[in-house]
């Protein structure tokens, strides 16, 4: 059974910084077993878009252009944890953000090539 739980949501003034992690279960990404580990965000009434993802088959990296020099992905292979650094944040940041799964032999940001995902982790920021 797949599970991938978001965690390190939260509220936060304009500026300051947030965490977020993607614990992973039942669904192992490494070297090994290359897959494609992303995170996207949803606003109100608009489909989900990507904002940044890595390739554990060799660590290649994308991010949204909002979010380029802001947000650092990164993946713990050992311990199947997923991260997105957020800092500098601004108020347009303000989302759900979920963590997606998928094995490919490279990353996709099309949503519809992704099926794993966790509940979401609300990040505000004001």
């Known amino acids: 059974h797949v599970q991938l739980v978001e965690s390190g949501g939260g509220s936060v003034q304009a500026g300051e910084s947030l965490r977020l992690s993607c614990t992973t279960s039942?669904?192992?990404?490494?070297?090994?077993?290359?897959?494609?580990m992303g995170w996207f965000r949803q606003y109100p009434g608009k489909e989900r878009e990507a904002v940044a993802g890595?390739?554990?088959?060799?660590?290649?990296?994308y991010y949204a252009d909002s979010v380029k020099g802001r947000f650092t992905i990164s993946q713990d292979n050992a311990e199947n944890i997923l991260s997105l650094q957020m800092n500098s944040l601004k108020p347009e940041d303000t989302a759900i953000y979920y963590c997606?799964?998928?094995?490919?032999?490279?990353?996709?940001?099309?949503?519809?090539?992704?099926?794993?995902w966790g509940r979401g982790t609300q990040v505000t920021v004001s």
């Open positions: 997606a799964g998928a094995r490919l032999p490279h990353c996709s940001q099309s949503q519809d090539d992704y099926n794993y």
């Open positions: 890595i390739y554990t088959g060799g660590g290649g990296t």
């Open positions: 039942g669904y192992t990404c490494g070297p090994s077993s290359a897959c494609c």
